[in-house]
Structures are given as structure tokens and as C-alpha cells.
């Protein structure tokens, strides 16, 4: 249904090291939104893209980076990883204008050991 | 930010009963959608509904904007409802999810 994919599936790196995840949007979506979210809880915002710029961003320190491509397809980067940032990484694409009704990936499980 | 409150936080239900999840929010927003997210962590949509009423097969929500509230109704429950639901409000570009509701469904 939602078109929205995600790679990797999966990710175990040591403290200390960078990551790069990637979304790929629906068809038609300008707008690409990542949460990260931790065992148990809802997911959190950490930032949205939109025409290839920054365009909000959640409590999230700057370590967490992103950059999003002419083909409106995304990466989120964290750098200096730390042990906390072990959680499910969820991207979500939705079409500025278009209602905001986001649909989501099937997310990236990030383990920080 | 926007405060998400959802109730209850764990719900076991027989297949065949009917249920209905609420979602509190601390101010107004401008988008209000329900999730269902399924082991795999896949988030499914179930409704875009900033205001008003609808329905979708055993699935119905209803938001109450002016009051800062919605409503999940699943009615005659299968197996297969089982996961956590999540209620996400937006005012501008950032979503804000609140803590879900768990709903076991056994046979």
C-alpha cells in the first residue's frame, strides 16, 4: 500500500560510529518526515524534508543530519553513535498540499552495541 | 509541544468483542491520524481524521476537535487487530504520536 521503502532492514554498529539510512518515497510525495522510535514508546520526530531542505525538526541534537534528493528520496545520518540511539528508525513520506496523511516504511532496527 | 494522551495504555479483548481507544490532545492541530502498528513494526494507517466521523469495514474513529479529542471504535475483533495503536496530531510539519494503546485479541 504505502510505497515507501527503507535499507537497510537492519543495522548493528559500535558506539562511536556513523550510520546512514535511506528512504525511498511514495510516488508523487514532495515531503519525507524520520522518527526514531525507542522499545515501548511512540515514535518521536527528529526531522521532515521538503523540496530538498530541512523544513522542521524535532529535539534532536545535530549529530542527527539528513539530506533529501532531487528525486525526493531521503537519508537520515547520525554521527558519534551512542548506546540510546539503538531503536526503530521509521521514515514517512506524505504530499505537501495534498492533506498531510503521512504513510510510513517499515522502518530500520539500528542496534548500538 | 502538543501533549498525546491515549487510553487505555493495554487492552485484552475475546475475538468477537467490541472496543474503543481514546486519544487526548493538548491543543489544536490541524491533523490528526490513527496507526496500527503490526509485530514487524510496519505503521498501517487506519484514518486521517482531523475532524468528524468516519468509517472504514469494522473500523470507525471520531474526532472531536473542539474538545481535543478522538475516538477508535473496533467493532466484533479478530485475531489479526492485535498490535499497538497509535494516535499522531500535527499543527504545521511535526507529528507528535502518543504512547499507543496495546490490544491483545485472543481466540
Known amino acids: 500500500e504505502t510505497g515507501v521503502t527503507q535499507s537497510p532492514t537492519h543495522l548493528i554498529k559500535t558506539r562511536g560510529q556513523q550510520v546512514t539510512l535511506r528512504c525511498s518515497s511514495q510516488?508523487?510525495?514532495?515531503?519525507v518526515s524520520w522518527y526514531q522510535q525507542a522499545l515501548g514508546q511512540g515514535p518521536q520526530f527528529i526531522f521532515q524534508y521538503y523540496r530538498e531542505e530541512e523544513n522542521g525538526r524535532g529535539n534532536f541534537p545535530p549529530r542527527f543530519s539528513g539530506l533529501q534528493f532531487p528525486n525526493y528520496s531521503s537519508e537520515l545520518n547520525v554521527n558519534a553513535l551512542e548506546l540510546d540511539d539503538s531503536a526503530l528508525y521509521l521514515c514517512?513520506?506524505?504530499?505537501?498540499?495534498?492533506?498531510?496523511?503521512?504513510?510510513f516504511g517499515p522502518g530500520t532496527r539500528l542496534l548500538v552495541l | 509541544g502538543i501533549q498525546v494522551e491515549q487510553s487505555p495504555p493495554d487492552l485484552i479483548l475475546q475475538e468477537g468483542a467490541n472496543s474503543t481507544l481514546r486519544c487526548n490532545f493538548s491543543?489544536?492541530?490541524?491533523?490528526l491520524q490513527w496507526f496500527h502498528q503490526n509485530p514487524w513494526g510496519q505503521l498501517i494507517n487506519l484514518f486521517y481524521i482531523p475532524s468528524g466521523t468516519k468509517q472504514n469495514g469494522r473500523l470507525s474513529a471520531t474526532t472531536v476537535a473542539t474538545e481535543r479529542y478522538s475516538l477508535l471504535y473496533i467493532s466484533s475483533s479478530q485475531t489479526t487487530d492485535s498490535g499497538v495503536y497509535f494516535c499522531a496530531v500535527a499543527t504545521g510539519n511535526q507529528f507528535y504520536f502518543g504512547t499507543g494503546t496495546s490490544l491483545t485479541v485472543i481466540p
Open positions: 514517512a513520506s506524505s504530499l505537501r498540499g495534498g492533506g498531510e496523511t503521512q504513510y
Open positions: 491543543d489544536s492541530v490541524n491533523n
Open positions: 510516488s508523487g510525495h514532495n515531503t
